[in-house]
């Protein structure tokens, strides 16, 4: 088969979303109204499917210092953190995010993505391992594939099949990375992180823990599940994400091992692209002074969540594991899941469709994601949303 002939999968996936009144997967989203709200189709829907956790997108703090940053710096640094994309707002913004989480050594990326690959892969190389959860996001997958480590998968959430592969490990296990999440993305749920920290001590394994999700979320602070657990003196790397309760893009590192600072030296994500925008690095920045000074919007988002997947529940529907600012339905078949996401359209709500190869344990899902931002009569209105869109499906699922 030549280069171009292996697209016919793909192009016969396209041609049949394409039939669809709206392409779930290319939804064109006309404008934004707010945080919790946009146009789709002519019509406004609310957003439930955003990852903007703490409703930070439309803040004027974020917003004014953004467009300071512009005047100030212009729209781009045209360059890598290695040459002339080193400002002083980046290595402020290292500083904020060392002295949040209370680590001494912090590094930023271009993306969440790229700081999974640029921290995995420059802490392992052939010959050394890697533990990943099974459920792990495309870029842990992808950041071990760079690094060209061994990677072994263990069951999903599950500290007893980590220590068991571990063990058989044997002295590799001191070349082991162990890479996990906090808040799990698809189905909302996430881990117990003292036994993980057990488990990694115990065999001289170290630990990443990607908070992508649970920054902002959880923890009395909002710096993650590490907090919520008290772990965060027993983590080795800690990475998360811009994109989600920061309302921005970007990525970053944090640790309390020296040799972070080194990786500026030897991260190829790190070194060969370009350093964030000024005015993502600005907004960020304000973004996290907000998430550290009000912890209301954490408290209104899992009240939220708690409403909304009660509300669920009540509905007969089959549900992630846990309440959380994530929750994930659970549909008979693709098919299925497609058809609830149209009706859920057409009822004025925007979710997350979620077939396979996406799906954690190849279920397909509506996946929904809380704001801080919505407000009670919003979450009842998903909730109505979804047993409309449901009816009928609900007995199969
Ligand atoms: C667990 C996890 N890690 C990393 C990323 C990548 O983050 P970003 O989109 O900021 O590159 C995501 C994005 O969805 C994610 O869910």
């Known amino acids: 088969m030549s280069l171009l002939e292996k697209f016919a999968a793909a192009r016969a996936k396209r041609d049949a979303l394409a039939q669809q009144s709206i392409n779930p997967v290319a939804v064109p989203i006309e404008r934004v109204i707010d945080a919790t709200t946009a146009q789709i189709a002519g019509r406004e829907v609310i957003m439930a499917g955003t990852n903007n956790y703490l409703g930070l997108t439309f803040e004027s703090e974020c917003i004014e210092a953004a467009k300071d940053a512009l005047d100030e710096f212009g729209t781009g640094t045209t360059g890598s953190r290695v040459a002339n994309g080193n400002y002083t707002e980046h290595e402020a913004l290292e500083r904020d995010l060392a002295d949040f989480f209370g680590y001494p050594y912090s590094m930023l990326f271009s993306t969440g993505y790229g700081a999974n690959l640029g921290t995995i892969a420059a802490l392992v190389g052939p010959g050394d391992c890697v533990m990943l959860d099974a459920d792990a996001h495309a870029s842990l997958y992808d950041a071990c594939r760079l690094s060209g480590a061994d990677v072994y998968r263990f069951r999903h959430n599950d500290h007893a099949d980590l220590d068991k592969r571990l063990r058989r490990l044997g002295e590799r296990a001191q070349r ?205 209105a998903i909730r109505r949303a979804m047993a409309t869109a449901t009816a009928g499906l609900t007995a199969a699922a």
Request: hydrophobic share 40%; glycine share 8%.
């Open 176 to 380: 082991t990375l162990v890479a996990i999440e906090g808040l799990y993305s698809i189905l909302g749920d996430y881990p117990s992180l003292a036994p993980f920290c057990d488990v990694c001590e115990r065999h001289g394994a170290l630990l990443l823990v990607d908070e992508a999700h649970s920054l902002g979320t959880m923890g009395e602070c909002g710096r993650g599940l590490a907090e919520a657990d008290g772990v965060l003196d027993r983590v080795d790397f800690l990475v998360g994400t811009f994109s989600k309760s920061l309302g921005a893009t970007g990525g970053f590192c944090v640790s309390r091992h020296e040799e972070l600072e080194l990786f500026r030296y030897t991260s190829r994500p790190f070194i060969f692209t370009a350093s964030p925008c000024p005015s993502v690095v600005a907004s960020t920045r304000a973004a996290l002074h907000l998430l550290r000074t009000q912890p209301e919007r954490r408290e209104h988002l899992w009240r939220s969540a708690q409403r909304l997947y009660d509300s669920f529940r009540e509905l007969g529907l089959t549900l992630g594991p846990q309440p959380s600012p994530v929750v994930a339905v659970r549909c008979p078949s693709a098919e299925a899941a497609l058809e609830v996401w149209q009706r859920l359209l057409e009822n004025g709500v925007y979710t997350n469709l979620i077939v396979p190869p996406a799906s954690p344990d190849g279920s397909s899902l509506i996946r929904c994601s809380l704001s801080a931002a919505h407000t009670d009569a919003q979450v009842d």
